[in-house]
């Protein structure tokens, strides 16, 4: 049991209780690819579009007033949310996508040059791989990758060992693992990359949901993280850089919005935050990721935390019980609510169209971490993911379609295929 009231919670959540197209209870555990939005969020933005909504920053009138201020009111939430020392730290971006990119072309291009190193982890993301080797390609700098072990971990003297070997000048790693569900330990391995010279990216996309943030405590030089997956809308996410490094880095997109003044010669770009926001922002989806960050605040993330470990540690266990499944991840202790495992002789797909018939929504594929499926020897996993909304009736009822899965597939070899995830 964990402190939170997770039927009152659901009632928060309109999608929560539709029936599936199998017209069954709807579980949904595909949170790690985008959480669902309590109805607070959903009112936020309708209100704003309904009472105030106008373009921010230019107009000298009512409604652009009102809606300025609950832009940099919902910034003004972020910055606490992460414990930024000062907004300006806090750059709205379309996601954490957009965010890694806008460091990798600013920063970036700025400070990386022919024979430099990134160092990645194997287990990343591809949005915080594909800007790196798209960058390597622009200045011919090199990325080097920290793999796992057989147990799917990391160790404190893998990373020593690479950031020794490799000397990068930036080390951006993903602060948990949205395949292996690691939770890594972004604080330590923030000092030993500084006490190696590196500059630190940390990718939260998997962190900033589901623990209290601290940019002040992680000492990190970017963190980035994605507004769909803390229960606000699509279309935001966050760039905190620290200061003296946004200050010195050059604007990536140029357009309205980002200028001091322009001439027929050139122009001169705005202060911070502006610097990075070229264009009309995403005004809205800023209302609503404040009101996602208030519920989540409301809720607690210790207890969110608390509770997803409960679901996932079951699931774990859970999963390994079944015979003819394998948990693609270390044990419970090392994860949070993330479990992806493939089972003997079926295909990811099949078992993930399987569990939908079920009602159960889980996500199949490489998860957008294909050299991590590459290095572990499996072509596509299942991955069933829960939050703090999920009950423990969910998780069993997850397990209960895995083990019929398998059962199903293990007796009549139907629409078996040829290429099988098995490893
Ligand atoms: N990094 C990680 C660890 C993620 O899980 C995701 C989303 N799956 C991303 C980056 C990309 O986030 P977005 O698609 O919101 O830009």
Not at 164 to 171: C, E, G, T
Not at 174 to 188: F, Q
Request: overall charge negative; proline content about 4%.
């Amino acid at each position: 049991p964990t402190n939170l009231d997770v039927a009152k919670i659901r009632e928060d959540f309109p999608i929560l209780g539709i029936r599936s197209a199998s017209d069954r209870p709807l579980v949904y555990f595909d949170n790690a690819a985008s959480t669902q939005r309590p109805t607070s969020v959903i009112e936020a933005m309708s209100r704003c579009y309904r009472e105030y909504y106008s373009n921010v920053h230019r107009g000298i009138h009512t409604l652009s007033e009102a809606s300025t201020q609950a832009y940099e009111n919902a910034r003004a939430t972020v910055a606490s949310f992460m414990n930024a020392s000062s907004t300006n730290e806090v750059i709205f971006a379309a996601g954490t996508t957009a965010a890694i990119n806008t460091v990798s072309r600013s920063w970036g291009d700025q400070n990386l040059s022919q024979g430099d190193v990134i160092l990645l982890l194997i287990s990343e993301h591809h949005a915080n791989i594909v800007p790196w080797h798209q960058l390597a390609e622009r200045v011919g700098c090199r990325v080097e990758f920290i793999s796992v072990d057989e147990e799917f971990l990391i160790d404190d003297e893998a990373v020593a060992s690479a950031l020794r070997m490799h000397q990068p000048k930036l080390f951006a790693f993903g602060a948990a693992s949205n395949t292996l569900g690691t939770e890594y330990p972004v604080k330590r391995w923030t000092r030993m990359a500084h006490d190696a010279g590196a500059t630190v990216l940390i990718d939260a996309a998997q962190a900033a949901p589901h623990w209290k943030m601290d940019v002040q405590d992680w000492d990190a030089d970017f963190i980035v993280f994605s507004g769909h997956k803390v229960c606000g809308p699509t279309g935001i996410g966050v760039l905190w850089g620290r200061e003296s490094l946004l200050d010195s880095m050059p604007p990536f997109l140029g357009g309205g919005g980002m200028i001091q003044t322009v001439t027929t010669d050139g122009f001169t770009a705005h202060a911070l935050p502006e610097k990075f926001e070229a264009g009309t922002p995403p005004i809205v989806e800023a209302i609503g990721l404040e009101a996602a960050i208030d519920y989540l605040t409301d809720v607690g993330m210790d207890n969110i935390h608390a509770h997803e470990r409960l679901l996932g540690t079951r699931a774990d266990a859970g999963l390994r019980e079944i015979n003819g499944v394998r948990v693609i991840g270390p044990t419970a202790e090392h994860k949070g609510g993330i479990n992806s495992f493939v089972i003997d002789g079926v295909h990811a797909h099949d078992v993930s169209q399987f569990l939908d018939g079920q009602g159960v929504a889980v996500r199949a594929g490489h998860h957008c971490t294909m050299p991590l499926h590459h290095a572990i020897g499996v072509t596509a996993t299942s991955r069933a993911s829960c939050y703090f909304y999920n009950t423990v009736e969910e998780v069993d009822v997850f397990l209960q379609a895995v083990s019929d899965v398998r059962d199903r597939f293990a007796k009549t070899g139907r629409r078996r295929r040829s290429r099988s995830s098995r490893s």
